[in-house]
């Protein structure tokens, strides 16, 4: 291969990944909204100027290309679409978007990766290729798998991809000594996980969470600088996510702000069998769903729980507990991702520390983390990283 060949090959794949990251911005507009489908986001460009760009907005609306294709119009026909995921080719709650690019005369399609949903996975790039629509196929794959990591987790697992949070002294304790401060982490730190809390599909807690703190576990627009988090205009409400509280023998007070706010915002309380009936009866009358479980050993089945979340549509989890939930997700291998707020302050032996046991897997390198980094918020340093050997054991599956 000649130079002027391999730097004109180059060029042109330093310019599709331009286009590519563009539509990996635009697809990000979508998280929590759009789930439990995928996020997903396109960009029409023809001539080397983008002539559409869209992305998947919220579940059951038109898909990233339609509503791409729809601001390009005519000018779609012989333009190059860059798209996140490959492009449906089944009729669900909208019609296949393979139809639609066809019918509009889009030459070039470049695709990171196959749809993980078996029912359809190749599909969509056979039907483009079939038509005469030249398909690239491969680009940015990685980016776009953990673009799209909860749906991927979720299409090979049945499980949801788990965020553990957690806000913790220097010295490893997540409360103070009585008489301690309200709050451990920052004004800043706190708006933050109310984007994320928006983004996820369900916040989790344990119910000496709900015992301790009587938190809501809403996003609130006053704790976000007035901003909405997860999408929409200053002027609408914040997109609320599904809570759900892990209480074994059914404890929660009546009078909780959670059971209380159970008819505005979808409330589950996750249950093992053996619960007096009276009590789930009281619950559901206040609005709560109630899941019941197995117990193992004396616990809920964390895996059983996680895996009827999934089913539900929530395949973004964020956990929120204490302890005692931080420990068990941990050991069960159910933790795919941390955010553990660490705020510059030393709460000694009289706090609450952040973990329980934990098997010698986590002292020997077996698990851990990688890819992690630090960030500071409002004083505060974040770290964030992704758990390795996060696959639950067989005998938490």
């Not at 730097?7 to 590519?20: A, E, I, L, P, Y």
Request: charged share 20%.
């Amino acid at each position: 291969m000649s130079t002027t060949t391999r730097n004109r090959s180059r060029t042109k794949g330093d310019v599709d990944s331009s286009f590519m990251d563009r539509a990996f911005g635009l697809a990000e507009r979508g998280r929590g909204a759009a789930s439990p489908n995928p996020i997903v986001g396109a960009v029409i460009v023809k001539d080397g100027e983008i002539v559409g760009a869209g992305y998947h907005e919220r579940y059951g609306g038109p898909h990233a290309e339609v509503n791409a294709l729809a601001q390009a119009g005519s000018r779609a026909s012989g333009a190059t679409l860059y798209v996140t995921l490959e492009p449906c080719s089944i009729s669900g709650k909208t019609p296949p978007c393979t139809d639609a690019i066809v019918a509009a005369g889009i030459a070039r399609t470049v695709v990171p990766v196959l749809d993980p949903n078996p029912r359809v996975s190749g599909r969509g790039v056979s039907i483009l290729r079939e038509a005469g629509v030249e398909v690239e196929l491969g680009l940015m794959r990685e980016q776009a798998r953990t673009l799209n990591a909860p749906y991927f987790k979720y299409r090979s697992t049945g499980l949801p991809f788990t965020t553990l949070k957690l806000a913790l002294s220097l010295d490893g304790r997540i409360a103070p000594p009585p008489g301690g401060p309200r709050w451990t982490s920052s004004a800043a730190s706190r708006e933050l996980v109310h984007t994320m809390r928006a983004k996820a599909d369900c916040v989790m807690v344990g119910i000496g969470t709900v015992l301790a703190d009587d938190p809501r576990l809403t996003v609130r627009r006053a704790e976000t600088g007035g901003q909405v988090a997860g999408g929409g205009s200053p002027e609408s409400e914040p997109r609320q996510p599904s809570r759900l509280v892990l209480d074994t023998q059914l404890r929660i007070p009546a009078d909780s702000a959670i059971v209380t706010g159970a008819r505005a915002v979808r409330t589950i309380v996750a249950c093992c069998d053996s619960v007096d009936s009276s009590r789930r009866a009281a619950l559901e009358n206040a609005g709560v769903t109630v899941w019941r479980s197995a117990a193992r050993d004396g616990a809920l089945d964390l895996a059983f729980v996680l895996r009827r979340a999934a089913c539900e549509g929530f395949i973004s989890l964020l956990s929120e507990g204490g302890a005692a939930v931080a420990s068990s997700l941990l050991q069960a291998g159910l933790v795919d991702r941390v955010a553990f707020f660490v705020a510059p302050r030393l709460y000694g032996a009289g706090g609450t520390p952040a973990f329980g046991p934990l098997d010698e897997s986590w002292c020997t390198g077996l698990r851990g983390f990688e890819n992690g980094r630090w960030t500071e918020i409002g004083g505060d340093g974040l770290f964030e990283a992704d758990v390795i050997d996060s696959e639950p054991s067989k005998e938490s599956a």
